[in-house]
């Protein structure tokens, strides 16, 4: 299943599954923008490589797509139970709508009620889950998933497209 989207600033993005060869490209995406999340949530003292923690942290549990503009790898996202576990877009391609068509391939996919936690200090990622109709609906500090010697605080963001279509013909 794939789909494609016209942007004006990033040309064509086409998201297709995620194949065994995109293993490398998806690391670089994630080991650049996991430096960049962290920068102003927990800290980079936090930061692991996708290699370390994939597995542990179920980066292959549910569905995996990756996108890709031009025919160059521009990000990836991961659900899992109409959970979002995984999104993130080339560090070099960020506010290009790389990690919005993500999402809402994802979401087209997903069935209603879906949720995803985003990390405190990280606005871009709020504002684009916030813009794209999810609410915040608990806001809790732990250990951070995947590197739990650090504190971090999330906030859980829930999407439900029933509520929102019936909203929406109000």
Same mark, same amino acid.
Request: contains cysteine.
């Given at each position: ?30 080991? #650049?923008?996991?430096?960049? %999340?962290?920068?102003?949530?927990? =800290?980079?003292? !936090?930061? +692991?490589? @996708? ?58 996919? #997903?069935?209603?009620?879906? %949720?995803?936690?985003?990390?405190? =200090?990280?606005? !871009?990622? +709020?504002? @684009? ?42």
């Amino acid at each position: 299943m794939g789909c494609v989207g016209r942007w004006s600033r990033a040309g064509d993005i086409s998201i297709r599954p995620y194949s065994d060869d995109d293993w490398n490209q998806i690391a670089r995406i994630h080991d #650049a923008a996991r430096l960049d %999340e962290l920068r102003h949530s927990v =800290g980079v003292e !936090a930061f +692991l490589t @996708l290699e370390q923690t994939a597995e542990a942290e179920g980066l292959f549990d549910g569905q995996l797509w990756v996108a890709e503009v031009d025919g160059t790898m521009a990000g990836f996202v991961a659900l899992d139970d109409n959970e979002v576990t995984w999104l993130y877009a080339d560090h070099r391609r960020y506010r290009q709508g790389i990690g919005r068509a993500l999402l809402r391939h994802a979401l087209a996919t #997903a069935g209603p009620g879906v %949720e995803v936690t985003v990390l405190d =200090g990280n606005p !871009a990622a +709020l504002g @684009l889950y916030l813009s794209e109709g999810f609410t915040v609906t608990e806001t809790r500090t732990g250990s951070l998933a995947g590197n739990e010697s650090f504190t971090a605080t999330g906030h859980i963001m829930h999407h439900d497209a029933e509520i929102r279509t019936h909203l929406d013909h109000i």
